[in-house]
């Protein structure tokens, strides 16, 4: 079974900052790994998702992420944070032989003027 | 980008009655899910639905709950008979064979009293 977690449930930044968002997951063989944006009282929106190849992945709005085996991580980075960016983040997984996509327990960004 | 359509948008209902959440998937999309989120909290997946059939559900998708979509009409969730903690908002999301990339609807808030 494929589990995902994420450390921080709230993070904050203040505009123009960079900031990393933790996922880490667990499980035995490949993996999808994906992130997901939620705005207050919206539905999920995409940004980036990796299974394998280059380990550094672009996402939208100049999100990427980082995919390290050694460490069992997915971790999301952003060079220079807008006030727009406040939102909560969910990390997600999928292996290969179901199609259930499961979600971390989601990190709320506040961007700070 | 490509839209989900849910409907109702809210719904409050007496426990013990009966409840349909609609959904308009992604034009040509083959695969379809439902997740459940209380309190802006953790994605919890309830069922995803591929050819006419359930694929795989969660231990939350209780012997009350169904899902059918019909002559590729909505994709529909019932709830019967409605209990007070089913009280959540109910995403429908699809995807196509990217299973890894899931679009979302905006969500339909459920009030059971």
């Known amino acids: 079974t494929q589990t995902v977690s994420q450390s921080d449930a709230h993070v904050t930044v203040f505009e123009g900052d960079s900031v990393e968002l933790r996922c880490n997951y667990s499980y035995g063989g490949s993996i999808y790994l994906s992130w997901y944006i939620q705005h207050h009282g919206r539905g999920l ?4 998702k990796y299974y394998s190849g280059n380990p550094v992945v672009q996402g939208v709005n100049g999100f990427k992420a980082e995919f390290s085996k050694s460490d069992s991580s997915f971790h999301l980075r952003k060079a220079s944070v807008h006030w727009s960016d406040s939102a909560v983040y969910f990390c997600a997984v999928r292996s290969p032989n179901t199609n259930k996509v499961v979600f971390g327990t989601g990190t709320r960004l506040q961007v700070l003027p | 980008g490509p839209k989900v359509l849910q ?3 809210h719904q409050i209902i007496d426990m013990g009655q009966m409840v349909t959440l609609n959904c308009d998937p992604v034009s040509n999309h083959l695969y379809f899910y439902w997740y459940k989120q209380i309190l802006g909290q953790q994605m919890e997946f309830l069922v995803n639905f591929y050819n ?3 694929m795989e559900k969660s231990k939350l998708f209780k012997d009350q709950f169904s899902v059918e979509r019909p002559d590729g009409s909505y994709f529909t969730l019932k709830i019967q008979p409605t209990a007070l903690e089913d009280s959540a908002v109910y995403f429908c999301a699809s995807s196509d ?3 890894n990339t899931l679009y979302f609807g905006e969500g339909s808030r459920l009030i059971v009293v």
């Open chain 2, 52 to 54: 006419g059939k359930v």
């Open chain 1, 45 to 48: 929106q995409f940004l980036l």
């Open chain 2, 97 to 99: 064979r990217d299973r």
């Open chain 2, 7 to 9: 409907i109702p948008s």
